[in-house]
């Protein structure tokens, strides 16, 4: 989510970024692969008890990171699960990912997305919408990228 309780929603706008909570790790661009990339995290804390995040916690942020590093471009639709609610902001990308040594360090890892309105759930049609309800990512590409940018251009008047 765009941070607990979405607090990072209000950056993601105001920033026109997609941000990654990952300070700890540093700058990974020179990661050969996933897999290294995740024994990078395997180091950080949990922000609530500071406990070390568990393999399996690491693999799915590494995941996570490496998508919006190396597969996802510009023009691709990405939505946003807000935090307890039902609604979801939604960006097209309009650049590449970047670590931004100028941002506040918890904002570092960054990818540049026009973001439209908060959106419900509710006003996506099916199927695109039980794709996107499905999520328990941070953010994420829209699996049907079809259907994404036709909502996308009518949420954005682009």
Not at 9 to 34: I, P
Not at 60 to 79: F, N, P, Q, R, S
Not at 143 to 149: E, H, R, V
């Amino acid at each position: 989510m765009a941070g607990r309780g979405s607090c990072y929603a209000d950056q993601f706008t105001a920033y026109g970024m997609a941000l990654f909570d990952y300070h700890e790790l540093g700058d990974v661009s020179n990661e050969k692969d996933r897999t290294s990339m995740a024994r990078r995290f395997t180091y950080m804390r949990r922000e609530q008890d500071q406990k070390l995040i568990t393999a399996g916690a690491a693999k799915k942020y590494a995941a996570e990171l490496w998508k919006i590093m190396h597969e996802v471009g510009e023009g691709d639709v990405l939505y946003v699960p807000m935090s307890g609610s039902k609604n979801y902001l939604l960006g097209r990308v309009t650049g590449p990912y970047a670590y931004r040594n100028d941002f506040p360090l918890e904002h570092r890892h960054a990818i540049a997305v026009t973001w439209a309105r908060p959106f419900d759930a509710l006003d996506i049609e099916e199927p695109l919408r039980s794709q996107v309800r499905g999520t328990q990512w941070t953010i994420r590409e829209a699996p049907d990228q079809d259907s994404a940018l036709t909502f996308a251009d009518r949420q954005m008047n682009l």
